[in-house]
């Protein structure tokens, strides 16, 4: 699970992520270089990860065969529907999703949190990401690590 605080809106818990496949973590049907190792550290955060996809290409069981992931294939008329109810079997409340596409347009508004991706999955975990390493990393005095550099 990942706790942190955004100002004016409270503290966000996270305890599931729901990503679309093909044009999110994977592009024409091949997981994207770097994602096994940024959804990873998502897991070893405690985050339940679902992979939910029409699975257009035939290849996401193969591809997500070694990663962290649960793998959710649904038909292509109701995959956008398919994700916002498991979005609402997870809980709403501390379930995040992250998609490029038409099919995730029911999940945005009922996820805690959302981020639509155009070409580059790597922005949205990485801010993910970012937002655990900088829970953990609060005493940090980056003038003073800056100075030593010198």
Not at 24 to 35: C, M, P, Q, R, S
Not at 70 to 99: M, P, W, Y
Not at 115 to 138: D, H, Q, Y
Request: proline share 2%; with cysteine.
């Amino acid at each position: 699970m990942m706790k942190t605080q955004i100002p004016g809106w409270g503290e966000l818990e996270i305890k599931n992520l729901i990503l679309d496949f093909n044009g999110t973590i994977a592009k024409d049907g091949k997981v994207l270089e770097g994602v096994k190792e940024l959804l990873g550290k998502i897991h070893e955060a405690g985050i339940e990860i679902y992979v939910v996809t029409a699975d257009t290409n035939g290849t996401v069981a193969a591809e997500c065969e070694t990663l962290p992931v649960h793998v959710k294939i649904f038909g292509s008329d109701t995959v956008a529907r398919d994700k916002r109810c498991l979005c609402q079997e997870l809980g709403c409340r501390n379930t995040a999703s992250i998609g490029n596409g038409r099919n995730d347009i029911q999940v945005f508004p009922a996820s805690v949190l959302s981020i639509a991706v155009s070409a580059m999955l790597t922005f949205a975990v990485s801010l993910l990401v970012s937002l655990m390493v900088a829970r953990k990393n609060k005493k940090i005095d980056m003038v003073e690590a800056l100075k030593g550099a010198e």
